[in-house]
């Protein structure tokens, strides 16, 4: 028979911490009661006990989470409670060590708040990357809230005096209450159908959180995430996030807000259509200008390359080479000249008549009338003329006299 096991308290009492550690659950919980037992130490642990009808539980909340409490816990208080169970060994009992403690109401709110809010954050509602820019001039607005409170008053009143261009549709709908989570859904799809939106504010006034629960319902925040134009969140004061928000493509901080930010000032549309125009004018008179140099650019070109042009340069080429010609023959008609002088200096010089200015005589055959040369040519009786500078006269040859020249002139001449 096998011995049984024994262990002491302390085994038995780490065995069960071990298993209530270990509990998926136990571990990682909320829990709902009334507060009663409330002790604050005096190194300001706080010690007290959860309660129903038929059950109670020992919680602690140590020092470093209790400063982060936004509110002062007391005896009666309908709380909920965040921590994990385990044991406290020294007594042997089990309890709640506790992290986070809200109350009730608003402390259920706030965890389905944080509960939806990271769910739709893992399926990528919140992704900045799919948020639509707006409209610069929208030409309709949609606009969802409740027709008879100020909201629907106030974004009139702000684009009429912002941004009278656009026109203003209302999709009445519930914003407070059971039923407005639907009734949000169903006028943001008539919106839809109408198809003359180009954007859509989702505004409500402020309230507290219970009265802005509708916002943070999982349809609304789908049908915005889903709706086919950009929507504008205003929902609340400017403290107050709620799950539409964050979904939506923008978050005013205000209604009126919301009225602003969608659409421009009609004084700055007329302020940077001013601009416009001035700049428009400013460039259109630079290119008029840029314009009027090219064509006079192109009129001086084509008036260097006109036939007038060519024909004048033409001519201008054609003057120059009749004046370089011209030149040339005036240098060679005196070159001419100078040659005919000098040769006419020079047959003057050698011509025969030429030495009958310096009393010099021709001789010449009467019978042939050539010139005789030689004395040895003349024959006695030979008839002779003697050519004089300034006349002639015949002669007759006697007898020769042959004599070296220089020696003997005489002659029987007569």
Known sequence: MR????LDVAEVTAYIKDLLEGDPILGDLWIRGEITNFTRSAAGHLYFSLRTASAQLRCVLFRGNARFLTFQPSNGDDVLAHGNVSVYENSGQYQLYVDVIQPQGAGLLQLQFEELRRRLELEGLFDPARKRPLPAFPRCIGVVTSPTGAV?????????RRYPLCELI???SLVQGADAPASIVSALQALQLDARCDLIILARGGGSMEDLACFNDERVARAVFGCGVPVVSAVGHETDVTICDLVADLRAPTPSAAAELVAPHVRELIADLAATLERAESAA???LASARDAVDAAHARLQRRSPEAEIQRQQLMVDGQARHLQRLVDDRVRAARAGLQAGERQLA???PLGILERGYVLVLDQAT??????????HRDQKIVLQFRDGDAGATIGQPVLTPRGLDRASSAR
Do not use: E, K, Y
């Not at 011995?3 to 024994?6: K, Q």
């Not at 629907?152 to 009429?160: A, E, N, P």
């Open 170 to 172: 209302l999709s009445p």
């Open 152 to 160: 629907w008053h106030d974004i009139q009143t702000v684009l009429s």
């Open 285 to 287: 008179a630079d290119a």
């Open 349 to 351: 010089l050698l011509h």
């Open 369 to 378: 009338g050539g010139r005789v040369r030689d004395a040895t040519a003349l």
């Open 3 to 6: 011995a049984p096991r024994i």
